[in-house]
């Protein structure tokens, strides 16, 4: 029985889908680079506010993930059997679902800034300057939770080369503000973080603009349209939910165990936030590609169970976990390669350097892990819709394992910063352990548009 894919169309396909996204991730981390360059340069106080006050934004994208991802597994598998006006109801849901809680995040933004920053930091000033960028920065949670939202739908039937053009576009806004609003230049104002908070406001205004005129007026494959925002979606509602929850509750688990990760390392010392902002730019700038290649999975796979070719699809997953195991292995030596370099990049104390350094090297053993869980968890497994053993092993093993080990080891016991980031991503290795059990014996995969 042949177990890999030989089939060239198989990897042209993977690689016009994994490519573009990966290309987009890169940029996205440019993003993130180029925020903590700047702002970095006002001192670890500021780099440390903004780092902790985005964590309202990364509990909105996980949330936007989640819902997400649910639509994804449905649209993938119905756009194998080309079914055109129920991909149209679960693209109505999912706006729906993601603007109402986007206004949500808003508020809890605008109105109590000061209370979130609390629950991460004791640190008066963390909190004053976390302050003043979220109550700017609130008012773009609604646009880019749509945008976001447009753009992750659209992958499930292979439209990926769109992302590349709005978050290129918000790059060059976001980059291009920043230099002029964080240290006043050609006439502005030197706002500090408010400028950052209005150049990311402003970039994402840019997201928004471009997506919708691409959705309303460009797209030729699903043609979504405002009047679908009124259809009625109620026999859709009971499948959306039965796929779409143990996402949301699988993104929402991991979300809110890594915002309980940052409250470890927040209250372990400015220090520590700061070396853990630079490697989180790192890790997201070495997992593009494997991010790519996940959502890749999740498409192909998807696909495949829907037109009904079930043996195909085992081989593919097969095919793309083995994958995930090279470039988790390329991943790891490229973090120990680029870590001194990239690290070098920013202007902190001695101590701040010496953690990111420490952390950079156990982080390059836990992306090893992360490799195979993307791909073999958020890609595979989610494609054949088994979303809920997903949620299961992140449950356990983040929330019963690696967080109360985090509080205890950093809050209690006292360990050095690299020591209980390990323990913090202990996760990692754990969960992706058992799931490479389940995909090889195919208990996953089912056809989830049969009713």
Excluded at 166 to 185: C, D, E, R
Excluded at 323 to 350: R, W
Excluded at 413 to 442: H, M, N, Q, Y
Aim: proline content about 2%; aromatic content about 12%.
């Amino acid at each position: 029985m042949q177990v890999f894919v030989r089939d060239a169309a198989f990897y042209k396909r993977l690689v016009a889908i994994a490519v573009p996204i990966a290309l987009q991730n890169l940029i996205t981390v440019a993003v993130s680079m180029m925020d903590t360059l700047m702002i970095g340069q006002l001192g670890e106080a500021q780099l440390s506010a903004t780092s902790i006050a985005n964590q309202l934004w990364f509990m909105l994208m996980v949330f936007c993930f989640g819902v997400s991802g649910g639509a994804n597994v449905l649209i993938s598998q119905y756009w194998g059997k080309r079914d055109l006006e129920v991909i149209r109801r679960v693209e109505s849901i999912t706006f729906k679902v993601c603007l109402a809680t986007s206004v949500i995040f808003s508020l809890v933004a605008l109105a109590l800034p000061a209370q979130f920053m609390g629950i991460f930091t004791t640190e008066q000033q963390v909190i004053d300057y976390g302050v003043q960028y979220l109550r700017v920065l609130g008012w773009s949670y609604p646009l880019y939770a749509l945008a976001n939202t447009a753009v992750m739908m659209l992958r499930s039937v292979g439209t990926v080369n769109i992302s590349v053009v709005v978050y290129l576009v918000s790059l060059i806004v976001n980059t291009s503000l920043n230099y002029i609003l964080i240290f006043g230049k050609f006439g502005a104002p030197r706002l500090e973080v408010v400028g950052g908070a209005i150049a990311t406001c402003c970039a994402r205004a840019a997201e928004f603009t471009i997506t919708a005129v691409y959705i309303f007026c460009m797209e030729k494959k699903i043609r979504f349209s405002p009047k679908h925002l009124l259809l009625n979606n109620r026999m859709l509602y009971k499948k959306y939910v039965e796929i779409s929850t143990p996402i949301m509750g699988n993104e929402l688990m991991w979300g809110t165990g890594s915002a309980m990760v940052s409250v470890v390392i927040g209250r372990m010392g400015t220090n520590f936030v700061a070396a853990n902002s630079i490697y989180t730019v790192l890790n997201q700038l070495v997992t593009v590609m494997i991010f790519g290649v996940g959502n890749a999975a999740l498409t192909i796979v998807g696909n495949t169970i829907g037109s009904g070719e079930y043996e195909l699809a085992k081989r593919r997953s097969v095919t793309l976990f083995a994958i995930s195991v090279l470039l988790g292995l390329f991943s790891c030596g490229l973090t120990l390669i680029t870590s001194p370099f990239f690290i070098s990049l920013y202007d902190f104390s001695a101590e701040t350097i010496t953690i990111a350094m420490q952390i950079s090297r156990a982080g390059a053993v836990i992306v090893f892990f992360q490799s195979l869980a993307i791909v073999g968890m958020t890609g595979v497994l989610r494609a054949g819709g088994d979303a809920r053993y997903v949620l299961v092993c992140e449950l356990v093993f983040l929330w019963f394992v690696a967080v109360p080990l985090g509080f205890l080891t950093g809050l209690v016991l006292g360990w050095p910063p690299a020591a209980v980031f390990l323990v913090l991503k202990c996760d990692e290795i754990l969960k992706t352990t058992f799931s490479t059990v389940r995909i090889f014996r195919f208990e996953w995969l089912r056809d989830i548009t049969v009713t």
